[in-house]
């Protein structure tokens, strides 16, 4: 999937405002029109200033690709960053204008869910304000036991000059014990407020975890590469095993291949009924980093020669 620079597309600079970019799109629009354009392209160029507009009028939408950062060049091979849009807070406005059918792959890999919750609509004086959404990274080991973060989101704003900003919003969190990637925390009234005497909206946080250094999650189950020594493996061993939440002695049987699971029940994230944590066998080997590790290394050599670890490949 290929890079789109939609500043490039409507040739606006990347600090222009919104009126700049309204005209620029008005401009273009005439220009590449299919029912009026002479231009052998118009109808693609059409299309595609339709969709560097849908998202530049969009401070919601231009704030979360800004994140993404100028480095990237138009037509350079992209995929989203993961966690892109993290700590941003939007309505979930959605398409706010047009047929985004024909908008590009590489549109739909980033507003395709996150900016699709849709709008409330205003039109009495008294109304509940929108409901708001944004995606928060926490610790796997604050879905082990509960923890209370103050978290800050940004708020894409545009000042009174027509320049897009960001507001800091700081929101003490209670993040509940047993919680997974994908559910969300629901803050009453911590969305946009209200018209009148309507209620203000509600804040949804999407939970993700930070990638850890040492455990990765399946839903609630959580995986863990353990080093072992050949002989704790070959022999087999009692090794301390860390978990999120403590570490735990761990029975590894003799004969134990590198790659073999081994399941501690109920020990993955908490819930009515809990995930498991497996640990994943890793064999460790000595560094020969000096003669006597490289001397015992050939004894070894001489000892097995008739194993072939390659066996299974047929050669």
């Known amino acids: 999937m290929e890079f789109k620079d939609y500043y490039q597309v409507m040739g606006v600079a990347r600090d222009a405002t919104q009126d700049e970019i309204k005209r620029a799109y ?9 029912d009026v354009s002479k231009e052998a392209n118009a109808e693609a160029r059409f299309k595609e200033v339709g969709e560097a507009y849908e998202v530049l009028k969009d401070a919601e939408k231009r704030a979360a690709y800004d994140q993404l950062g100028a480095n990237w060049k138009a037509g350079q091979e992209f995929r989203p960053p993961p966690d892109w849009n993290t700590g941003f807070e939007f309505s979930g406005g959605g398409f706010t204008g047009g047929d985004a059918s024909g908008f590009s792959d590489f549109f739909e890999s980033l507003y395709g869910r996150a900016f699709g919750a849709g709008q409330r609509g ?32 940004q708020v894409p704003e545009v000042d009174a000059q027509g320049h897009l900003t960001t ?37 949804y946080l999407e939970v993700e975890f930070r990638p850890h250094p040492h455990y990765r999650v399946e839903q609630r189950d959580v995986y863990l590469d353990l080093p072992v020594a050949a002989w704790e493996a070959a022999l087999g ?31 993955g ?18 560094p020969a980093d000096d003669e006597t590790a490289r001397t015992f290394y050939r004894d070894m050599a001489a000892q097995f020669e008739s194993f072939n670890p390659r066996a299974k490949l047929g050669v």
């Open 26 to 34: 008005r401009q273009l629009a005439r220009k590449y029109h299919p």
């Open 122 to 153: 205003h039109a009495a004086f008294h109304a509940q304000g929108e409901d708001h959404h944004a995606k928060v990274l926490i610790d796997l080991e604050d879905a082990y036991n509960g923890a209370t973060r103050t978290i800050t989101l």
């Open 167 to 203: 507001r800091a919003h700081q929101l003490k969190v209670k993040i509940p014990r047993g919680i997974c990637a994908g559910q969300h925390i629901r803050l009453v009234g911590q969305g946009a407020p209200g018209r009148g005497q309507g209620k203000p909206g509600d804040l």
């Open 237 to 267: 061993a009692t090794v301390k095993v860390p978990t999120p939440n403590g570490g735990v002695e761990l029975k590894i049987p003799p004969g134990s291949l590198a790659g073999n699971k081994l399941r501690l029940k109920g020990r």
């Open 269 to 286: 994230i908490p819930g009515s009924v809990p995930g498991d944590l497996y640990v994943v066998l890793q064999i460790a080997l000595p």
